[in-house]
């Protein structure tokens, strides 16, 4: 699978896969994306119904680890803030030291130093990060994966349907449904119709919010 780096219009870097006609994030603005869509409406959202101590520290399980992009958002969050984050991420395909060592994020400047941990740490382990981020990483397909833990908030950031519909299913959205912990919250940049009826077969409350850049809207599912 060939995969290439390709610079987007905030002029941060993503994957591309031509085969596929496949980009991790969007071509409108890759760090823009992330914040918009997993940090404003996840995590702040969150911390927002949920202030410390009340919430004094936050369980996430990510879907598709790809450029570590999301995480790299959520450590800076974590670095201003001084939220305590456990999170869990999981790709079957992570990138190589050739590929992730050729994305650009300087824009996330107190959080890019870690970077190159957040590839490179050790998979199937609890790895401190930074002393408020602990990263479990873990290489299997969703499909393959089973939990039993619950989380506060899922960044569902599978490839779009047309791409692996099998991710997308109603049974998927169910399994989603029981790793959130009561109130617990999901996201994901994908607002189809048949997603949103996944999602609400499986139990969730949907909200249709507006999307980043150069897309209309995006969801949040509340447990």
């Known amino acids: ?19 596929q006609q496949i980009t991790y994030r969007s071509m409108h603005g890759a760090v823009q994306e992330s914040n918009h869509v997993f940090i404003e409406a996840s995590l702040n959202y969150f911390i927002d119904k949920n202030p410390q101590p009340i919430c004094p520290s936050i369980k996430i399980f990510e879907m598709g680890f790809g450029t570590g992009l999301n995480a790299l958002c959520t450590l800076q969050e974590v670095i201003q803030n001084q939220y305590k984050i456990f999170y869990q ?10 590929e992730f060592t ?27 990060i930074h002393p408020l981020f602990i990263m479990h990483k873990i290489k299997k397909t969703f499909l393959d994966y089973s939990t039993d833990q ?4 899922i960044y569902y950031d599978a490839f779009a349907p047309n791409n692996q519909p099998e991710l997308w299913t109603e049974t998927i959205c169910m399994k989603l449904f029981y790793m959130l912990k009561q109130n617990g919250i999901l996201v994901t940049y994908c607002s189809k119709g048949a997603v949103r009826r996944s999602l609400t077969v499986a139990g969730f409350s949907i909200e249709k919010l507006k999307g980043p850049p150069g897309k209309r809207e995006m969801l949040r599912a509340i447990k």
């Open 1 to 19: 699978m060939q995969r290439e780096v390709i610079q987007t219009k905030d002029g941060s870097d993503t994957i591309v896969i031509p085969s």
């Open 89 to 98: 991420t999981i790709d079957a395909f992570p990138l190589s030291d050739q």
């Open 102 to 128: 050729l994305l650009n994020y300087q824009q996330l400047a107190e959080a890019e130093k870690y970077f190159i941990n957040l590839h490179q740490c050790e998979w199937e382990k609890d790895i401190a």
């Open 150 to 153: 619950q989380f506060d908030l």
